[in-house]
């Protein structure tokens, strides 16, 4: 194995910019041979990528970012290995992602009581798979059509967690997440664990099926790293990381950008391995 490595990427499947084509053809420039698309709640990005990287001579982990919740939280864990055609598997994705439909449909139409006549079928059209549709793609439309004038204010103003127009995901238990994944042979990784308050959640995680940590993230200090690297030792973790690009913003890590060794994918192979 030679060149760069991320194991966290978007596409335009959910709420990345790219095409799964067109990032692949980014991550063959960028020297990128081994990566994981890891659209939010779906799996219809990794079979074009493959498609598009065989031919290049790069190598695809499939991969999925599922949308759980526990106590409370809001968290993400990433599926590597996810078999998508596992009927569990997809049964619980296309929950999740229809979960995601009618909470647009909902915060539509507080726009529109607001006095914003955007429209559902508009931002639907937006997604490149209708169920993976979300606040980016509503973002989008609203300000493209100039009825807000940048994306940031429509968080600001309107969908951030006290907005308005905020409406509060429907996600699957993250228990029942990590039973399921680990049934169909993935290995779960609590994504970019800086977001969460982390005290006491793998203590419950752990023994419900969580099998990695995703120490190396651009939103992670240095420090971070450190106290998620003595962690993962700690729980016995495999340890992964990427770049969570999304092909969005001019400033965001680029893809292959955090260095990773080879042992992370060796790791995560083991660990495959180990748990079918």
């Avoid at 994306?151 to 967690?161: A, E, G, I, M, Q």
């Avoid at 419950?204 to 790293?225: C, D, F, M």
Wanted: hydrophobic share 40%; with cysteine; glycine share 8%.
């Amino acid at each position: 194995m030679s060149g760069l490595i991320d194991l966290h990427l978007h596409t335009t499947c959910s709420d990345g910019a790219l095409p799964p084509e067109t990032l692949v053809a980014e991550l063959a420039e960028a020297g990128v041979t081994v990566f994981a698309v890891t659209d939010h709640d779906t799996v219809a990005g990794v079979a074009p990528a493959r498609a598009a990287a065989e031919p290049l001579g790069l190598r695809i982990i499939p991969g999925a970012e599922m949308s759980v919740v526990h106590r409370g939280q809001d968290l993400h864990i990433l599926a590597y290995f996810l078999d998508g055609d596992d009927p569990d598997v997809a049964e619980l994705l296309h929950r999740v992602r229809a979960s995601r439909f009618d909470r647009m449909r909902e915060m539509v139409a507080r726009l529109n009581g607001l006095g914003i006549p955007v429209s559902l079928d508009a931002v639907v059209a937006r997604a490149a798979d209708r169920l993976s549709v979300g606040r980016v793609h509503l973002a989008e439309e609203l300000v493209d059509r100039k009825w807000v004038d940048h994306y940031r204010d429509v968080f600001r103003y309107y969908l951030s967690d006290r907005g308005p127009a905020h409406v509060p995901k429907l996600t699957a238990d993250a228990a029942e997440t990590l039973q399921v994944l680990r049934r169909s042979g993935a290995v779960p990784v609590l994504a970019h664990p800086g977001a969460y308050v982390i005290d006491g959640l793998l203590e419950e995680l752990v023994p419900a099926g969580l099998l990695g940590l995703e120490v190396y993230h651009p939103s992670h200090s240095t420090a971070q790293q450190l106290e998620y690297r003595d962690l993962a030792k700690e729980w016995g973790l495999v340890v992964t990381g990427g770049s969570d690009f999304h092909g969005r913003h001019e400033n965001e890590a680029r893809p292959g950008s955090l260095g990773l060794e080879e042992s992370i994918v060796e790791a995560l192979e083991n660990c495959r391995d180990e748990n079918r």
